[in-house]
């Protein structure tokens, strides 16, 4: 169903403000290729759907340039601002916002038929599509005659079958129960595969953003502090809001005391000891205070030193869940509190933390950002 001629989605310089001085989206810029699947992710507020929305046109930003290709959508210094309708996008509401008193086909046809695309066309496009998402056979039952699941499929046909260059989708799986929520990420992801269609996606869900996602563009506040693959955006935070909204992160504060090509030496606060790392892509330098992360599952938990080794911490053990196929600890050392994840129970109160020189990031502190957002 895909068509030729799609091309990357571009948002240069993205400015949308709301009455009182809020500015939702803060000079937002980012390229998403043909065929990609990116997500737009952060907390409430943080300005994901107002982006989309303008993407949309049902937003008018001001300040900024999106386009399609060679379509421009919009271009506030030039006075450009296409109407929703003449955009070739489709959307994926969080509601579903389909018709209840039209059936699945109607729901289907409408667009298609305010485009004035034969009848004929129509019905094959239609079928087509039902069979795509796994309706074939539904098309004269009614919205209040479909579970969850099935609505948010309906939606999704009728948002591709006009067969759109770009789709939208605004927080489409929230709406339905755990489990069906998460057989329906693979099931969303394997069909925007399908059709190679480029699709951006809007959730608060981290787990989801990392599960389906080419690319992920994290945002806080307004603005856009990471734009990387889900494996980069996960191991490689950029920032201390990243690290933190993202996964189970722990950080000790402390100053670098020595940086070179190969690894990253941090002193932590009090005249505590010095941790190595060996992730030196940051740009933090030498005399800087700054945080060393280390996500949950990367922490080891010992209950003796071996010989020689490094980056050990005593702790005790504050409290423990269990979690079914792991445990979750809260650890507390001298220069701060620490989370753990461990396949097997502590043996003790107290024990010694490892943190692998592989696995701990050093970052600039953006506290203030993190509790702001």
């Given at each position: ?143 209040f005659e479909l579970s969850g699941g099935q609505q948010q499929r309906v939606a999704l046909a009728r948002a591709v079958v006009v067969q759109p260059r770009v ?125 060393v992360a280390v996500r949950a599952e990367r922490v080891e938990l010992l209950t003796s030193a071996p010989e020689g080794e490094t980056n050990l911490l005593p ?57 702001a957002a």
């Amino acid at each position: 169903m895909a068509s030729e001629g799609r091309s990357d989605l571009v948002i240069e310089d993205l400015v949308k403000t709301f009455p009182g001085g809020v500015q939702a989206v803060d000079h937002v810029s980012l390229r998403i290729r043909e065929g990609q699947f990116v997500t737009l992710l952060g907390p409430s507020g943080c300005g994901k759907t107002t982006t989309l929305n303008c993407i949309a046109g049902l937003e008018q930003p001001d300040g900024g340039r999106i386009t399609v290709g060679w379509t421009v959508l919009t271009d506030v210094g030039r006075g450009v601002l296409l109407p929703p309708e003449r955009r070739d996008l489709g959307m994926v509401f969080q509601s579903y916002a389909l018709w209840p008193h039209m059936t699945v086909y109607d729901n289907l046809a409408f667009g298609l038929r305010l485009r004035r695309v034969p009848g004929s066309e129509i019905r094959q496009r239609i079928r087509e599509t039902l069979e795509l998402v796994g309706l074939a056979g539904l098309e004269r039952r009614y919205p209040f005659e479909l579970s969850g699941g099935q609505q948010q499929r309906v939606a999704l046909a009728r948002a591709v079958v006009v067969q759109p260059r770009v789709l939208l989708l605004d927080e489409p799986l929230s709406n339905l129960d755990a489990k069906v929520r998460e057989a329906a990420r693979f099931w969303l992801r394997e069909f925007q595969q399908r059709l190679g269609i480029t699709a951006v996606y809007v959730t608060h869900d981290q787990a989801e953003a990392l599960a389906i996602s080419d690319q992920v563009a994290v945002m806080a506040q307004g603005r856009l502090l990471q734009y990387a693959p889900p494996t980069e955006v996960y191991e490689r935070p950029a920032s201390r809001f990243v690290a933190e909204f993202i996964g189970q992160t722990s950080f000790l504060q402390g100053t670098v005391v020595e940086r070179s090509p190969a690894a990253l030496r941090v002193t932590l606060e009090g005249g505590g000891p010095t941790l190595t790392s060996t992730l030196v892509e940051s740009p933090v330098q030498r005399g800087e205070r700054v945080v060393v992360a280390v996500r949950a599952e990367r922490v080891e938990l010992l209950t003796s030193a071996p010989e020689g080794e490094t980056n050990l911490l005593p702790a005790t053990l504050r409290s423990g869940i269990y979690l079914g196929a792991s445990y979750e600890y809260l650890l507390s050392t001298p220069w701060g509190e620490v989370r753990a994840l461990s396949r097997t129970p502590v043996p003790g109160p107290s024990v010694l933390i490892r943190l692998p020189p592989t696995s701990l990031v050093v970052l600039a502190d953006d506290r203030a950002v993190a509790q702001a957002a």
